[in-house]
């Protein structure tokens, strides 16, 4: 179905709604003779009518936004306090047989609907969502109700207890209730003007029926008078017409809500100068202040101006002492709510800062690994070549038979560093993306570090320095390129000797184990430790002197080990001395054990990557 079908089969069902109520209110005024059955019928529906329109406005409030979440809610809950005060008002008419008198104990409850409404303009819904905490906005209803209820009890209560006159009561339970709705009505004319699309057309259509409110209430206290009105007559027709404008305001943002949804969309990439905390200061800390400033003007008015007997007066300033207490709390609640949520945006912003500083940092070593990749690849390549030479001639005169043992024994070891120069370089190119790497397979890791450890203990002799290899039991197998691994490895305990040393000597503890589905390597050292562990992976990054190492070993440890899907990181021993830690996913059971062949120490000590 097309959505203008849809659209005019919606407005035919507001219009059908429309014609149903006040046709049916109106006939039960004309048709039903006046008296009890009329007055009942009027009282039903006048109690159904704001179920009616709270489900028209809560369908609203299922969203994630807490501002229109909040917004739809303390409206239905305005409507809900007006069906209290008229199902106290049916109570009276309708099983009582009583009529209502102008002191009727249920006027407060009449006044007090208006006071979620104008909590819920405070809280500007068209404005974009922010993380603000939720608390706000009830400490802020919470203000506006206490202070409202304080304003009813100093102007209204004391001429319905204190010094009982009906003729001042209607007159000032009046003219607060003007008061009240008006701040409602010019409340949505202002957010109305500043609002645009279908928030622009709710706000307005809220000003309406609550002046269409006012004005039905205005006709019954000035043309009628509460003695001889009663529940069932034409001027409640006015009534049916402003309950029904709010649930048409809901129904219609409710179907309008995908051209706020495509609004927002539009203003996503905008900055949020609508979110600034001075626009939100506009509504909500003026009038905690004003509401707690207020005190002391009113009751000073009420001792000084009023003409009330000196009863009102006591009255007056007791309230005013009362309400002092829980105003200033929740001001001063609000107060400290607004620090916490600097305090917390402080910490963000701070978290934000840091969080864009390591970004733009790996940021800038991508761009130098790109470098180096491309440095890397140019040299390998040639390196390649000179290098395919002294393996062809090393081969050629290792399979000479004319050539004397001697001879032949020097040319198998040129032939076997130079295949193993070759290895490396090959390694190079793989880490600049300029070759493929060789096909992994699954490798026991326990051989290749008894392997690692041992090129470079034939090195160590007579040093005081020793490395000692502790293989765990029962390590499954890793999917991985060997020739990478023996080179990270190598490359590790390379810088680890060199730490040690520095610190004239010490132990390095290579130990594999089995955690949590991955093979992990632990080169654990007692030299002096890494001076900054989040930076050693860092190209050029380096803390040995000038012509002793680059600072690009570990770089390529990290790319290799990235590569080979697993991860590598360092951090400082509480003890003393640095830990490289490898993590290698390793291969499922099912796989069967079948571990490449590692090529055996050479006497020779291997070339240092840093």
């Known amino acids: 179905m097309k959505p203008s079908s849809q659209g005019s089969r919606g407005n035919w069902y507001v219009a059908a709604a429309w014609l149903i109520l006040l046709g049916g209110y109106i006939a039960v005024c004309e048709l039903v003779p006046a008296g009890a059955a009329r007055t009942a019928a009027a009282n039903v529906i006048l109690c159904l009518m704001p179920l009616l329109v709270n489900g028209a406005l809560l369908i609203n409030a299922v969203t994630p936004d807490w501002r229109k979440k909040a917004f739809w809610m303390l409206l239905a809950l305005g409507c809900t306090f007006w069906m209290v005060g008229q199902t106290i008002w049916s109570y009276v008419e309708v099983y009582q047989h009583r009529h209502v008198s102008y002191l009727f104990n249920g006027d407060i409850v009449f006044f007090l609907h208006a006071v979620p409404m104008i909590a819920a303009l405070t809280l500007q819904p068209h404005k974009h969502?922010?993380?603000?905490?939720?608390?706000?906005?009830?400490?802020?209803?919470?203000?506006?109700?206490?202070?409202?209820?304080?304003?009813?009890?100093?102007?209204?209560?004391?001429?319905?207890?204190?010094?009982?006159?009906?003729?001042?009561?209607?007159?000032?339970?009046?003219?607060?209730?003007?008061?009240?709705?008006?701040?409602?009505?010019?409340?949505?004319?202002?957010?109305s003007k500043q609002a645009t699309g279908q928030w622009r057309r709710t706000y307005a259509h809220l000003a309406g029926a609550k002046a269409v409110y006012v004005i039905r209430y205005l006709a019954v206290e000035l043309l009628v008078g509460r003695s001889a009105y009663s529940r069932g007559s034409l001027y409640d027709l006015p009534l049916l017409v402003s309950f029904l404008w709010i649930g048409t305001a809901g129904i219609m943002a409710y179907?309008?809500?995908?051209?706020?949804?495509?609004?927002?969309?539009?203003?996503?990439?905008?900055?949020?100068?609508?979110?600034?905390?001075?626009?939100?200061?506009?509504?909500?800390?003026?009038?905690?202040?004003?509401?707690?400033?207020?005190?002391?003007?009113?009751?000073?008015?009420?001792?000084?101006?009023?003409?009330?007997?000196?009863?009102?007066?006591?009255?007056?300033?007791?309230?005013?002492?009362?309400?002092?207490?829980?105003?200033?709390?929740?001001?001063?609640?609000?107060?400290?709510?607004v620090d916490r949520e600097r305090l917390r945006l402080l910490r963000t912003s701070q978290e934000s800062i840091d969080n864009l500083k390591r970004l733009q940092t790996q940021f800038v070593q991508s761009e130098k690994l790109a470098s180096i990749g491309q440095l890397v690849g140019g040299a390998a390549h040639e390196i390649n070549n000179p290098l395919t030479a002294i393996l062809g001639y090393s081969e050629l005169l290792a399979d000479d038979p004319s050539v004397g043992e001697k001879?032949?024994?020097?040319?198998?070891?040129?032939?076997?560093?130079?295949?193993?120069?070759?290895?490396?370089?090959?390694?190079?190119?793989?880490?600049?993306?300029?070759?493929?790497?060789?096909?992994?397979?699954?490798?026991?890791?326990?051989?290749?570090?008894?392997?690692?450890?041992?090129?470079?203990?034939?090195?160590?002799?007579?040093?005081?320095?020793?490395?000692?290899?502790?293989?765990?039991?029962?390590?499954p197998e890793v999917r991985a390129d060997m020739n990478q691994l023996l080179q990270v490895?190598?490359?590790?305990?390379?810088?680890?000797?060199?730490?040690?040393?520095?610190?004239?000597?010490?132990?390095?503890?290579?130990?594999?184990?089995?955690?949590?589905?991955?093979?992990?390597?632990?080169?654990?050292?007692?030299?002096?430790?890494?001076?900054?562990?989040?930076?050693?992976?860092?190209?050029?990054?380096?803390?040995?002197?000038?012509?002793?190492?680059?600072?690009?070993?570990?770089?390529?440890?990290?790319?290799?080990?990235?590569?080979?899907?697993?991860?590598?990181?360092?951090?400082?021993?509480?003890?003393?001395?640095?830990?490289?830690?490898?993590?290698?996913?390793?291969?499922?059971?099912?796989?069967?054990?079948?571990?490449?062949?590692v090529p055996t120490p050479a006497r020779s000590n291997p070339a240092k990557l840093a």
């Open 129 to 191: 969502s922010d993380d603000r905490n939720t608390l706000y906005g009830y400490v802020d209803f919470g203000l506006l109700l206490c202070w409202w209820m304080y304003l009813y009890v100093f102007v209204v209560i004391p001429w319905q207890y204190v010094v009982i006159d009906d003729k001042n009561f209607r007159q000032a339970f009046t003219v607060i209730s003007l008061f009240e709705n008006l701040v409602f009505i010019g409340g949505a004319v202002l957010l």
């Open 255 to 337: 179907r309008n809500r995908g051209e706020e949804t495509n609004f927002t969309s539009e203003r996503a990439s905008e900055p949020l100068a609508h979110n600034n905390p001075a626009d939100e200061a506009i509504w909500a800390s003026p009038l905690a202040r004003a509401a707690l400033l207020s005190l002391p003007l009113i009751g000073f008015w009420g001792l000084k101006s009023s003409t009330a007997p000196m009863a009102v007066h006591q009255f007056r300033i007791l309230v005013t002492l009362g309400a002092v207490l829980p105003l200033g709390i929740l001001a001063f609640l609000r107060h400290e709510l």
């Open 407 to 475: 001879a032949r024994g020097m040319a198998e070891k040129i032939r076997e560093q130079a295949r193993r120069t070759k290895t490396l370089v090959n390694n190079l190119l793989s880490f600049a993306r300029q070759v493929p790497s060789e096909q992994r397979s699954p490798l026991d890791i326990n051989s290749i570090v008894n392997t690692s450890a041992q090129f470079r203990r034939f090195d160590l002799r007579g040093k005081n320095i020793r490395i000692e290899v502790q293989t765990g039991i029962g390590i």
């Open 489 to 597: 490895f190598s490359n590790i305990i390379n810088n680890a000797v060199y730490a040690m040393q520095e610190a004239g000597g010490g132990t390095l503890t290579v130990r594999t184990l089995f955690e949590k589905g991955n093979v992990v390597i632990l080169f654990s050292d007692t030299g002096t430790g890494m001076r900054d562990p989040r930076l050693v992976f860092d190209p050029f990054y380096t803390t040995k002197p000038v012509g002793k190492g680059t600072g690009l070993g570990l770089s390529i440890c990290y790319g290799l080990i990235q590569d080979q899907g697993g991860q590598i990181s360092c951090y400082n021993r509480p003890e003393g001395g640095a830990t490289f830690r490898i993590d290698l996913p390793a291969v499922p059971a099912a796989f069967p054990f079948s571990p490449r062949s």
